[in-house]
């Protein structure tokens, strides 16, 4: 494990103090973001990854803030929107690295309907769901995470809803490669990153973060006592979508973590067109060359 923890820190071509940013943390003391942010690059580092050639993307939110904490190419765009705009990135420039974070708020709300496309469509990204059960950032409004007669700011009573299952309904859409972790086992989060960056196609990790000021049911010591690595499963099959989608229901006695589930014939969108086989230029390659055909045209009129 030695070596392998080393290149957490230092690799052939990058380092952890390359992704280093000056900027001060603004989260509340113990919160998951912190290992969210570690862990994610860890694995940057691990995968031998330089900050030029990473995009990430953030979401409105507390997982949102951390898009000034980390170096590399980043975008802090609307609530709900981290998916649309990742997928553009990434299809502009199948060369970059490009990662994705929301929170459950937006993503089980306004952003939903560009999941459940994500996931059919395949785009090449990590999507890293920090599922903290609540909206954080707009002070513990109760999200479809949360589970019900829990009280939170907005429903004192606790909400009447029941409670989306956030991998099992990503498991039922089929997507092609679904991991879950927790914020607490930044070992775990590190190498469930590096295999969603592997992966070719839409990488989804949800990340089970406690929210030590607005969430008291599912705290970071409510996780500790339940979660539990499928990695230490003798029979489990992560290349069968039944077992994940059957390991994945339980969300209050024994949660089951770690890569649920790899599709390993996973196409993803660009190689799915036909119109684009053969190309070996990038779209924003292919647009700087219009670019100068079109000031040469208009050199000529002008
Ligand atoms: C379209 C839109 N709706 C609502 C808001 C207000 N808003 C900003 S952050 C936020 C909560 C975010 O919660 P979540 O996505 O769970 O992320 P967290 O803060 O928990 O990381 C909301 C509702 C907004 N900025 N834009």
Not at 114 to 142: D, E, K, P, W
Not at 258 to 275: A, H, T
């Amino acid at each position: 494990m030695g070596s392998l923890c080393n290149t957490y820190f230092e690799n052939e071509n990058v380092s952890l103090k390359d992704y280093y940013s000056e900027n001060i943390y603004t989260w509340c003391t113990n919160c998951g973001n912190y290992g969210i942010a570690a862990a994610t690059k860890r694995a940057l580092v691990a995968e031998n990854i330089v900050p030029k050639d990473t995009f990430m993307c953030f979401d409105i939110g507390c997982n949102g803030n951390g898009s000034d904490k980390i170096g590399g190419y980043r975008l802090h765009g609307l609530h709900g929107r981290v998916i649309p705009v990742a997928t553009g990135a990434a299809l502009a420039n199948r060369k970059m690295t490009v990662i994705a974070s929301g929170g459950d708020g937006a993503t089980l709300s306004e952003g939903i309907g560009h999941l459940v496309h994500a996931i059919r469509s395949n785009y090449n990204i990590t999507f890293l769901m920090h599922n903290n059960c609540n909206y954080g950032l707009t002070t513990g409004q109760a999200s479809a995470s949360t589970r019900p007669g829990i009280p939170m700011n907005s429903s004192p009573d606790g909400t009447t809803a029941d409670t989306m299952n956030f991998m099992n309904f990503v498991l039922s859409l089929g997507a092609s490669f679904a991991a879950r972790t927790f914020s607490g086992n930044v070992d775990q989060m590190t190498e469930v990153i590096r295999a969603g960056i592997r992966h070719i196609g839409f990488s989804v990790v949800e990340i089970l973060q406690n929210c030590p000021t607005y969430n008291k049911d599912t705290t970071h010591e409510w996780y500790q006592n339940r979660v539990y690595d499928t990695i230490e499963l003798n029979d489990f099959d992560n290349t069968n979508l039944d077992s994940a989608l059957n390991i994945s229901k339980d969300m209050s006695e024994r949660i089951a973590t770690g890569i649920l589930y790899v599709n390993p014939n996973s196409v993803p969108f660009d190689q799915r067109l036909e119109n684009r086989k053969g190309y070996t230029t990038e779209l924003v390659d292919e647009v700087k060359s219009y670019n100068n055909v079109s000031q040469e045209l208009f050199s000529r009129f002008v």
